[in-house]
């Protein structure tokens, strides 16, 4: 058992790597295309990546459901295709919103801001589902929302539109992970991944055709960015996100997914020479202090609301 919650956190801190590099791929892909069309095109390809993953390994293994009964495989492939669906509906949002943000603001940023939803997950847990939280969750939020404000509100008391739509991408987000929690153990978590990347690729190419210009000639300037961001972060990151959460705690998957925001803070300063502000690096190390700190096991005599 311990074996396989580390190798789901090994599998985890790649993702959060290979995300936080993605944001710059993204920022990079805007010069040349609109960010419907860039988020189609990209989960067409992580959608036949998946697929034909999904393919693969039912070929190999094709019995995988033969141990469960017969009402047992009903619901594990119920579950699959719902689970898809809700979690494409989440990812689908959350990515364009955050797609559209990236227009405006830099990939740093916007991978902190991205990273709010590390402290949504319990406060949506605690008013749709009822967990109660620590007092020390309470403080993590209210420390995030101070280092949100020192990240993204001007001078003038304003939050900057696309710093506005990462921040209501993290919403989406947060239902995201959520979904694949629940959905990764009761369905099959590589099908699950493929039929999301459908759902999202269907959305956005439909709204793309609607508000947009799509062109071959803008998918060729931006081919790299879309590679990187349709095969490396969507098939393979979401796919590594889906399985390792299957091995590991809620709690500590969040955790190390929230290492994201470090590395795209990294990357977009190495690769696009980004620099912030005093008080927008204060808000950043605010942030990341109440992300962590939200992760953090609360002793049962300092958890008396629990």
Known sequence: MKNKELLGNIILLITAIIWGTAFVAQRVGMDDIEP?????????LAAAAVSGLSLVLWKLDPGNTSELRADQKKAYNRNTIIGGICCGFFLCFGSILQQMGLVYTTAGKAGFITAMYILLVPVISSVFFKKKNSWIVWLAVAMGIVGLYL????????????????CISALFFTGHILSCDYFSKTGNPIRISAIQFTTVAAISSVAALITEKPGIEKIILALFPIVYCGLISGGLGYTMQLVGQKYTKPTSAALIMSLEAVFAVISGSILLHERMTQRELAGCIIMFAAIIIVQLPVPDNLSKNN
Request: glycine share 4%; charged share 15%; proline share 0%.
């Open 151 to 166: 990240l993204c509100i001007t001078d003038s008391l304003k939050l900057t539109h696309g710093d506005l739509l990462i």
């Open 36 to 44: 419907l069309t860039f988020n189609a095109v990209r989960m067409w």
